[in-house]
């Protein structure tokens, strides 16, 4: 049975968070396989394609922008689909690493393997990070920067302690920023503005008129616009554009999409209007802020593992 440290505990604060291992990995069709005990708090983010994972025999869905933030001691497996299967980056994530002891670039999968229940490690407990937790995140914020800047770090630098250390401590903080946001946005929000932006959430990328808003919860549309301009800060229609550039971001910088069909993805099926759009809201037309900010500015290269026949492999 694994023992938890608290966070009152000076010994074990959220101040010896060690990161031991990131990476990418793009999944196979058919490629499904399972890590008996894997000793980490996991951020497993889904950038492309999609599939389902289960943890301890729970059974979750992965989709594009998903991060989930995984327990220690898993029991996990992988199911991409067949069709599109996923691309991933990941991160392992110690809570607790004892200070002055030797760091060690890597994560026990297994009961019995190196590192396996190591009295230098331990998890915590984050009351807001409990379980397994879904987040959604874009490729352009700064929680998913500091994800795909350890992977690069992790894969490409000399693995100095001090950084591994240091790079645990920013991801925990995000982490649990990102966790607390939604909660406190709701808290302030009124529940008929929730619902709208719950419809908007699910429908952007249909071109929602401000009267459909207002039939969905019954009120003007002099009200609805209200709403958004007293709790937003922006018009209903500004809001509906954000999201749809918010989304053509994230496909510019997460797949290999051409403008047009990032374009129609989001709902601007004209090319010319939706580059103007973008132009304007986001300073830079759409080729321009994909060569400048995306790390995929051509198809990512296929992973070494993708090749290998479905069996027992490691993340």
Same mark, same amino acid.
């Given at each position: 049975m694994r023992t938890l440290r608290r966070p009152e505990d000076p010994a074990a604060s959220e101040f010896a968070p060690a990161i031991c291992r990131a990476g990418n990995f793009? &999944?196979?069709?058919?490629?499904? &396989?399972?890590?008996g005990c894997v000793q980490s708090r996991g951020l497993f983010w889904c950038r492309s394609g999609c599939g389902t994972f289960e943890v301890d025999g729970v059974a979750h869905r992965l989709e594009p922008h998903d991060l989930y933030v995984l327990p220690w001691g898993r029991r996990i497996c992988y199911r991409p689909s067949a069709d599109d299967p996923m691309f991933t980056s990941h991160v392992h994530l110690v809570p607790w690493y004892r200070p002055g002891s030797?760091?060690?670039?890597?994560?026990p999968h297994e009961f019995g393997e190196p590192e396996y229940n190591s009295p230098d490690r331990r998890d915590v407990e984050w009351p807001d990070l409990t379980g397994v937790v879904r987040l959604r995140m874009a490729a352009d914020r700064p929680l998913a920067r500091l994800i795909d800047y350890t992977v690069r770090w992790y894969l490409h630098s000399p693995r100095d302690e001090?950084?591994?250390?240091? =790079?645990? =401590?920013?991801?925990?903080r995000e982490l649990r920023r990102k966790a607390a946001l939604p909660a406190a946005q709701a808290a302030s929000r009124p529940a008929e503005l929730e619902r709208l932006l719950a419809h908007v959430e699910r429908g952007f990328q249909l071109g929602l008129r401000i009267e459909e808003l207002a039939g969905l919860v019954g009120r003007s549309r002099s009200h609805v616009l209200k709403l958004f301009r007293r709790h937003l800060g922006v018009s209903a229609k500004q809001h509906v554009i954000d999201r749809q550039l918010h989304e053509a971001r994230e496909l510019l910088l997460s797949t290999t999409l051409s403008?047009?069909?990032?374009?129609?993805a989001v709902g601007l099926s004209d090319p010319f209007h939706f580059?103007?759009? &973008?132009k304007r809201h986001v300073g830079v037309p759409p080729k321009e802020f994909r060569l400048a900010n995306g790390p995929f500015s051509a198809p990512p290269k296929p992973s070494r593992h993708q090749a290998r026949p479905p069996g027992p492999q490691r993340d």
């Open positions: 793009q &999944f196979s069709e058919r490629q499904t &396989f399972v890590n030797r760091w060690v670039a890597n994560v001090a950084e591994a250390r240091a =790079l645990g =401590l920013l991801l925990v403008i047009a069909e990032v374009g129609r580059s103007k759009l &973008f």
